[in-house]
């Protein structure tokens, strides 16, 4: 439990409660969250599940949650002794003369976004769905792709990129016999319903993913029994699109994919249909891992710009377009675009996704004295070379533009009725320039290939990193 606000990297404050005290006494719980921490060997790391609890003077852990993680608790000799569930030790720290166990953490102050967006590291971190910084200089030491610069590691962290991404550690790998050309094997996967739905009503997404290069495509589903119609499509589309036809497509057992329908159109088509038993996910570890990367990118994008839950349709898109630029531990040098287009994939078009853009608005849609530039948001990037997908808040629509402004840096604010109310901003403005706007409804999305190269400035600013101690009790508490 802690009683300071600003030391929560994020806080959900639906959650509501009491905690109970050993004398009886209840105070409120006004928010669940995360708090950002510095470990002794300079690693960032964080303590999940924190109540927020302003009534408290201290903040503290408890002994019983410890145990419940899986940590394993020694005392003995006045000294408590706090290790990991594979020996690591995590705290030895000496009993106070008030009968507690206090701890000195290192509170980490997390890089916030208007300030990292004024370094060029940070910036290329932001457009790249918040990459690792390894993978960054990857991209750049190896010229993976065209118009990224030199990357430099940078110290501190970013509390998106630590509260979004973390995960359980890896099952132990199998060896797979992997696909010798593109389209032998193509892994597919439902990712579990998502809530709220998407602004088009969506609440799943169908991911396939070519064994060979790696590149995925991804398809919004409102309902399961869809994926066979967009299965068919994908066939077609991406036999069109490379010449290669799908020898082996290999699923889990859900219905969608074992039913009598899904399974006559792979016979029909001499598609082999391999299927992983039911409850082990593991064995369909490319497809699932892929989801998880998705999903880890889309939350980080989301919440990086504080936009609405409902858009995270937008952000998987996004995710998905940008992982196929992005290195990956089963390629050599090559991104998943390159290796199965040929072509090395220019990154100079890249923007922070949902930041605040404008977009010209064509002579014929107005009047002399009217504004030139409608301010909306950035959410995806165009098929087929068509510019930039736009939303703009106040009308609900989605515009498609070439024709734009874009300030990274810069947050749209939304109130309880999900509309706009003002603008945050610092100093950055980046530009594009090109064509006509077109209003466009969300659907289905294929990979497509990057606009045109946008010129823009960007002034860069020294980052700065703040950090302060502060001192936890180990207590145990009842919650009720």
């Known amino acids: 439990m802690c009683g300071q606000q600003d030391l929560f990297g994020d806080l959900d404050e639906t959650i509501q409660g009491l905690v109970t005290f050993g004398d009886t006494l209840k105070v409120p719980v006004k928010g669940k969250g995360n708090i950002p921490i510095k470990l002794k060997n300079e690693n960032h790391s964080y303590i999940a599940y924190v109540y927020y609890v302003p009534a408290i003077k201290h903040n503290m852990l408890s002994i019983g949650q410890l145990i419940e993680k899986g940590y394993t608790l020694y005392m003995k000799n006045c000294h408590l002794t706090v290790k990991y569930y594979n020996g690591r030790l995590i705290v030895y720290v000496k009993m106070s003369k008030n009968k507690t166990f206090p701890l000195n953490i290192q509170y980490d102050a997390a890089k916030c976004l208007s300030v990292i967006t004024n370094n060029e590291e940070w910036l290329w971190l932001l457009r790249l769905g918040h990459l690792n910084f390894t993978s960054l200089k990857m991209l750049a030491s190896k010229k993976m792709v065209k118009g990224i610069p030199h990357i430099d590691h940078p110290d501190e962290v970013y509390e998106n ?16 016999l992997k696909a010798n050309k593109p389209l032998e094997l193509v892994h597919t996967n439902v990712c579990d319903p998502i809530k709220p739905m998407s602004t088009g009503q969506n609440r799943y997404f169908l991911t396939f993913i070519d064994d060979f290069s790696k590149k995925t495509w991804i398809y919004f589903l409102k309902r399961k029994s869809e994926v066979l119609n967009y299965f068919k499509d994908f066939k077609v589309i991406i036999k069109k699109q490379s010449g290669y036809k799908i020898k082996t497509v290999r699923s889990d057992q859900g219905r969608e994919y ?57 952000a998987v898109s996004c995710a998905m377009y940008l992982l196929n630029c992005c290195p990956t531990r089963s390629l050599e040098v090559v991104t998943p675009e390159e290796a199965w287009s040929g072509h090395k994939p220019s990154v100079t078009h890249l923007r922070v996704f949902g930041c605040v853009s404008y977009a010209k608005i064509p002579n014929a849609r107005r009047t002399k004295l009217n504004d030139k530039n409608e301010k909306c948001i950035f959410v995806r990037y165009g098929d087929r070379r068509m510019g930039y997908k736009l939303f703009n808040p106040i009308t609900k629509k989605v515009i498609m533009n070439r024709d734009v402004i874009f300030e990274d840096d810069k947050t749209w604010e939304w109130n309880d009725d999900q509309e706009a109310v003002k603008w945050i901003r610092t100093d950055l403005i980046l530009e594009d320039k090109e064509e006509v706007p077109t209003v466009l409804a969300e659907g289905p999305i294929l990979p497509a290939n990057e606009p045109q190269s946008p010129v823009h400035r960007s002034p860069l600013f020294n980052r700065r990193n703040t950090s302060e101690s502060s001192s936890t009790l180990l207590s145990s508490p009842n919650f009720g």
């Open 258 to 314: 074992t039913s009598n329908g899904f399974e006559a159109f792979c016979t029909q088509q001499g598609i082999r249909h391999q299927t992983t038993p039911a409850y082990t996910p593991q064995l369909n570890g490319v497809a699932e891992r892929k989801n998880r990367t998705i999903l880890d990118m889309a939350r980080s994008l989301l919440k990086a710009k504080k936009l609405p839950k409902q858009y995270w349709a937008e």
């Open 161 to 176: 990129c630590v509260l979004n991404k973390h995960h359980k550690s890896s099952f132990a790998k199998e060896v797979n």
